[in-house]
C-alpha cells in the first residue's frame, strides 16, 4: 500500500550526530494533518499550525499583493522561529 510515510526524508543531522534537528517532526505532522489528526500534528511539531498559514499566505501575497503583507509575513516568520526553537529546547530537556 503506498503510504506517504514511506516516501519521508531522513534527518541526516540525526543520523550523523544522534540528535534531531529544528525541522526534524516537520514532514510527520504534516502527514498527521492530512489525515485529520490535528492533536497528534500538534504534538509531532506545533510550529506546523503557523508555518502553514505563513506559507499560504506568501502564496497568496505574490500573486495580490496586500498594503501590510510584509508585517503579517514578519510577525507569523517571529512566532514560528520562537515556536521552533521552545520546542527543541523542549525536547532536548524532556
Not at 69 to 84: D, E, F, Q, R, W
Amino acid at each position: 500500500m503506498l503510504s506517504p510515510e514511506n516516501y519521508m526524508l531522513p534527518c541526516l543531522n540525526k543520523q550523523l550526530f544522534g540528535f534531531e534537528c529544528l525541522g526534524c517532526g516537520s514532514q510527520r505532522a504534516v502527514s498527521f494533518l492530512i489525515h485529520g489528526e490535528f492533536v497528534a500534528a500538534f504534538q509531532m511539531y506545533p510550529a506546523i499550525y503557523t508555518l502553514i498559514p505563513l506559507f499560504i499566505f506568501i502564496g497568496i501575497n505574490f500573486f495580490f499583493k496586500f498594503k501590510h503583507a510584509s508585517k503579517l509575513i514578519n510577525t507569523l516568520a517571529i512566532l514560528s522561529v520562537v515556536i521552533i526553537i521552545v520546542s527543541y529546547i523542549y525536547k532536548l530537556t524532556t
